[in-house]
């Protein structure tokens, strides 16, 4: 067992696990202003929206089973459609961030309608023809993304709020912004991936056939969860834009795609936040080893990958599960061979 | 009334022909064995009955309605179960998640279709089931953990979680030890009489079929060739011939 | 309608594109066919081969020294690869194939960047192939068309390897069914081996004419991935013929693209891909099995 079993806790359990972990992160979330500087806050914030990326997409991958090699499409989509929003006059932030995830969620939803009925090979390769469809026409209807410049000087406009105006040009304020968007997200994917939704998407993970033969309808669940993916996606893809000011076409661009599923892989796709720790290490590991070794990270980086590829399938998580589970093992044993329990068998003189 | 009807069913693939216009009526509560030698068809009729495949001719009426091309999961919803001849349960679920997933699936659409559902909420029709199936000790172990008979057990329950009204087991106790399978014989006799579930069964163990069922039928090169009580069908000279070879 | 000399440029040049892509897309496609593995590196591969021809080519001043030289040193690179790496992954889920080929990419660009740093490089065609021939009263490069010729002798070749030799059955046939073919007793590793060797060759081939045409850089193979698994899938997972055709496809497709619908011609090839995906998945010629 090289993988961390997944226990489905239970409406009570998921709210209780929500609410103190809901908690602890916004702690630690409010911590970081204290201890980095303003420009680094933006890199935090940068990190943040990299992990809801790597979270929406994970929905779809470590928990529904089905690998994406497009949802840079749904992110850029969202990207582009807050920068459109914005250059052209939109102030309400919140309306923006709304636009870009319903209309990636649309686009996830006419799109993903064609794939879920393909299976692994098939499923992926459409996802990643559809996600350079998005990213060419990107790059060349000039007219209304840009072209290959894409669309510069996204404003920011403050935060209007119950008649509050909150500026957001500060580093500080952006972060708090995305820091609360984010965790709130999060908290809703959480509550996704524990609800029985959540444990049905898993049996169809587990053996899509039988999920079928118990009654779920695969298909429109499939859909339903790579409507959620591509909607989350949309939203970190507005954020992004509101982070950097422009709308690029490389937000679609398949190497795109490819950062969440590095990212969850590394982390461990079947724990929640492996997704998130993926990225957070990923990008720690490239600050350090980039600057360590300036030439070479490249290389260590991808011997790490390929390491992780070979030896440690579960992530970061799953290796921490092996290590954990090997201390438990004495607990857990398990006689092979069973008789039959008394309570299950009639007895030969009963009725017949 | 009878529960399950098929009118010259059919299914072929290209020019092989392995459901071969099969009218087949099972009536409520009965239990019957569905026999034959290797490629007689059985595992592809049990397909097309529970919506795995379309049939090329032919309809299947289940509980009155027509249930000819409906997606699987949709006929289960209506009050059908099928077990697999491959153990195909969840493996990284534990047997919980397993029962859970059957139990919180089928109460969706309990009631819609006039299944019976069960007045009690989900968990304890969870351990219910982990009860019936003797499973409460390995609860909370993932199902790739079980050894072949238990996780066989799991598919049953799986195939239980609905409380449906037609069980299809497909090859029960294949894979099976003497003393799993005697275990396994009682628990469908079990089932059928005093769960009052229909059950339909395919197996290859002739001692399974002659313990279990009250109606035998035999399929041979997708045709039924027999259809009685099981010691009548036992001596029917052409029930020997399919067996033995032409 | 247009000019037939202009005409005739339109087609050489898609041409060309075609032949680029069918270097690529046969070894991805056989390595796909045979071992089930879509390797992303493979793009990357090609890079290496044409930075080592243009390294090859300034040390012995030679075009063919290069063109002898890069293809054999990249199908051990790929054979070796086939061997430590991809070997352990032949049955994983595909994305742990995409991350151990995603990882084999950053290595070669760093490899690529260590050796050669991150200037472009360039080299020139060979002497007889230099110059211009007049199609139709318009000048076009020599090489091109040489360049067409070649790869065709290559796709011939290849054909004739597959089909008529008793190794190119082999391969057929472990391509068709693996599980069989190692039950019948040959020896299905030294096929899987073979076939990335071969496949990678094949690219190589591709990144030494690819230098004299355009400039050699680090971001050169992105160009070329995704495009490259469209034929594949266009023309079927694991055909040879399939991948000359959706080459010449998606090479005309490219070439005259600009001409008919100038602004969406990028995203008209994905487009067929993905109509090809969602009705015909196995594409033209395909040989794996789809269970959708």
Redesign the interface.
């Known amino acids: 067992m090289s993988e961390p079993v997944y226990r489905y806790l239970g409406a009570r359990g998921a709210l209780r696990r929500a609410m103190v972990g809901g908690v602890l992160a916004a702690a630690v979330l409010a911590l970081v202003p204290a201890v980095v500087s303003p420009f680094q806050l933006l890199f935090a914030a940068e990190m943040l929206i990299q992990c809801l990326f790597a979270l929406a997409f994970n929905l779809l991958f470590g928990i529904t089973g089905l690998l994406s090699f497009g949802q840079a499409a749904y992110f850029g989509v969202g990207g582009y459609l807050a920068a459109l929003a914005l250059v052209h006059g939109w102030t309400g932030i919140l309306g923006v961030l709304l636009l870009s995830t319903v209309g990636a969620a649309l686009a996830g939803l006419v799109l993903g309608y064609c794939c879920v009925r393909l299976n692994e090979i098939y499923f992926a390769m459409l996802t990643l023809a559809f996600g350079q469809m998005h990213y060419a026409g990107a790059r060349q209807w000039a007219d209304v993304t840009g072209g290959s410049d894409g669309i510069l000087r996204v404003p920011r406009p403050p935060l209007r709020l119950l008649g509050l105006t909150l500026p957001l040009d500060t580093g500080l304020a952006f972060y708090v912004l995305v820091a609360t968007v984010v965790l709130l997200t999060t908290l809703f994917l959480w509550g996704v991936a524990t609800s029985p939704f959540g444990l049905m998407l898993r049996a169809i993970r587990e053996k899509p056939e039988r999920a079928e033969f118990v009654g779920i309808p695969v298909h429109h669940y499939r859909l339903a969860a790579f409507v959620l993916s591509a909607a989350c996606a949309g939203l970190a893809g507005a954020l992004v834009v509101l982070l950097g000011h422009t709308a690029t076409p490389e937000m679609l661009f398949w190497t795109k795609s490819a950062e969440p599923v590095i990212m969850s892989l590394l982390g461990g796709a079947k724990v929640f936040l492996g997704p998130a720790l993926g990225v957070l290490v990923y990008a720690w590991l490239k600050e350090w080893l980039s600057s360590r070794l300036v030439d070479y990270w490249m290389l260590v980086m991808g011997l790490i990958v390929i390491g992780c590829g070979l030896f440690f399938r579960g992530g970061i998580c799953g290796a921490l599960a092996v290590w954990w589970s090997a201390r438990l093992a004495q607990r857990m044993s398990y006689v092979s061979t069973r008789d039959p329990q008394p309570d299950q068998i009639v007895r030969p003189d009963d009725s017949r | 009334m009878s529960l399950l009807e098929t009118h010259n069913l059919t299914k072929s693939f290209g020019r092989m022909i392995a459901v071969d216009y099969v009218d087949l009526t099972i009536a409520d509560g009965q239990l019957t064995a569905v026999i034959g030698p290797n490629g007689a068809g059985k595992t592809t009729l049990f397909d097309v009955i529970t919506g795995k495949l379309r049939p090329t001719t032919g309809r299947i009426t289940f509980r009155g309605q027509d249930i000819t091309g409906l997606p699987s999961h949709a006929i289960v919803s209506r009050g059908m179960a099928r077990s697999f001849q491959v153990t195909n349960v969840f493996p990284e679920l534990t047997v919980t998640d397993n029962f859970r997933v059957a139990v919180l699936s089928t109460r969706r659409s309990a009631g819609r279709h006039g299944v019976r559902g069960s007045a009690a909420g989900a968990p304890a029709e969870v351990a219910r089931l982990l009860r019936e199936m003797g499973l409460q000790s390995y609860a909370e172990l993932p199902c790739a953990a079980l050894s072949h008979a238990d996780q066989r057990l799991v598919e049953i329950g799986l195939a239980l979680a609905g409380r449906p009204h037609l069980l299809l087991l497909d090859e029960p106790t294949a894979g099976m030890g003497p003393v799993e399978t005697v275990a396994m014989t009682h628990l469908i006799h079990n089932l059928a009489h005093h769960e009052r579930l229909t059950v339909v069964l395919t197996e290859h163990d002739m001692q399974v079929v002659f313990a279990l069922a009250e109606r035998v039928v035999v399929m041979h090169q997708g045709r039924i060739i027999a259809d009685g009580a099981p010691a009548v069908v036992r001596d029917d000279p052409l029930v020997r011939t399919a067996y033995l070879g032409q | 309608m247009m000019p037939a000399d202009s005409l005739a440029a339109y087609v050489l040049n898609g041409l060309v594109q075609a032949s680029c892509l069918f270097l690529v897309a046969s070894g991805l496609t056989l390595i796909f066919g045979v071992l089930g593995i ?1 390797n992303f590196a493979h793009a990357a591969l090609f890079m290496l081969a044409a930075y080592l021809a243009a390294q090859v080519s300034a040390w012995s001043g030679s075009f063919w020294v290069a063109l002898l030289v890069a293809p054999p040193v990249l199908a051990l690179v790929g054979a070796g690869l086939e061997w430590g ?1 991809l070997r ?2 032949y049955d ?5 194939q ?3 080929t ?6 070669i ?3 690529i ?2 050796l050669w740093g991150t200037a472009w490089k360039t080299f020139s065609e060979p002497p007889v192939f230099s110059g211009t021939l007049v199609v139709l009263g318009r000048p076009y490069p020599l090489y091109n068309v040489a360049y067409i010729g070649c790869v065709l002798l290559i796709g011939l070749a290849l054909w004739a390897f597959l089909h008529l030799t008793r190794t190119g059955k082999v391969v057929r046939a472990a391509a068709a069914d693996r599980d069989m073919a190692n039950a019948v007793g040959i020896n299905v590793p030294l096929v899987y081996t073979g076939v990335c060797a071969l496949g990678t060759a094949l690219a190589a081939i591709m990144g030494v004419f690819h230098g004299p045409m355009m400039n050699i850089h680090l971001d050169v193979d992105q160009d070329y ?2 495009e490259a ?2 034929v594949v ?1 266009i023309g079927g ?1 694991g055909s040879v013929p399939g991948a000359l055709l959706g080459a010449l496809l998606v090479g005309m497709l490219d070439a005259f693209g600009i001409l008919i619908i100038p ?5 008209f ?3 067929v ?2 109509a090809v ?2 009705f015909r ?1 196995q594409g033209l010629f395909g040989m794996r099995e ?3």
Do not use: E, N, W
């Open positions: 879509l790496l352990r992954v994983a889920p595909v994305a742990y995409l991350l151990l995603f990882g084999v990419i950053l290595l660009k760093d490899l960047k260590l991935v995704v698994f469209a899938v997972l602004r969406f011609q990028m995203a090839i994905y487009m891909m993905a995906l969602v998945p789809t269970r959708v």
